[in-house]
């Protein structure tokens, strides 16, 4: 069910105690010469569309949200078409919206994050551990464990290609293949065919303090291997995530707590202060 198409009271008639929200998350960023600025948004807006369609099979009703967008992104520092706010206001935003479910007799949210900026996962952090101060309500941010961990169906598409995934980190092989997949009219097909490769260890640049994708060495905005993009590695990616997001949700409404994030991921998490992001 998409919130904004209920009526007031189609909306009191729902079953809060047992309807999921899902609530999309979107930067309004670069994504490379090639692709819009609105690609997580359209990322996280069908991965939320299709994990609820998968729960409709386990008799699990969702109700998803509008994206929630201008999400921090401080990655992307130092390119055109970064427009975000800032990270201490993103979180008291989704503090705010997830109050307003609570307030409404929800008793449960879920946030499609596909972010890998530090400043965006710690501001969404925060909003769920403040979220989960509230009687009876529960809050989680599910995809980022999906992102920093490695997926075999993923990886054996992409070694055919003799494509590492680790090194496809931003409007790369997999984001730029979604979106062929989901919007081949958004993207710029020709432009993304003469990209070079653009190969960087993260982990070791985040080490060396270099948090942005400039200061990583990317000339373009983009990590990876965008050039090999293909609608079928798009669909893959697409499924794999709503996928990881159904069975995650499926998973605590079972009652279960979600594995915590690699530990690199977060001792880096640690290091953010959402006040001076």
């Not at 710690?122 to 941010?141: H, M, Y």
């Amino acid at each position: 069910m998409n919130l904004t198409d209920l009526t007031a009271a189609e909306l009191a008639g729902l079953d809060k105690d047992n309807t999921l929200i899902i609530i999309p998350l979107g930067s309004v960023e670069q994504h490379g010469p090639h692709l819009p600025l609105g690609t997580k948004c359209f990322l996280a807006e069908i991965v939320a569309f299709e994990a609820a369609n998968l729960l409709k099979n386990e008799n699990i009703d969702c109700l998803i949200a509008p994206t929630v967008s201008f999400m921090p992104c401080h990655t992307s520092t130092g390119f055109a078409g970064n427009f975000s706010v800032a990270a201490r206001t993103y979180s008291d935003a989704l503090y705010e919206i997830g109050s307003a479910f609570s307030r409404g007799g929800f008793k449960s949210i879920y946030f499609v994050n596909m972010s890998v900026s530090p400043d965006a996962l710690k501001a969404v952090e925060v909003a769920v551990e403040d979220l989960n101060t509230i009687r009876d309500f529960k809050a989680f941010d599910p995809l980022p464990l999906w992102t920093f961990s490695k997926n075999e169906r993923i990886d054996n598409f992409l070694s055919q290609y003799g494509v590492e995934s680790s090194n496809e980190i931003h409007a790369d092989i997999k984001e730029t293949s979604a979106m062929l997949h989901l919007a081949p009219g958004l993207m710029r097909p020709a432009v993304a065919a003469g990209l070079k490769p653009c190969k960087v260890n993260s982990t070791w640049e985040v080490l060396k303090g270099n948090f942005s994708f400039q200061e990583m060495g990317s000339e373009s905005g983009y990590l990876g291997t965008p050039s090999l993009a293909t609608p079928e590695l798009g669909r893959l990616y697409i499924e794999e995530a709503a996928f990881a997001l159904a069975q995650s949700l499926k998973y605590t409404v079972e009652g279960n707590e979600l594995p915590e994030l690699p530990l690199q991921i977060r001792m880096l998490l640690k290091m953010v202060d959402l006040d001076e992001m």
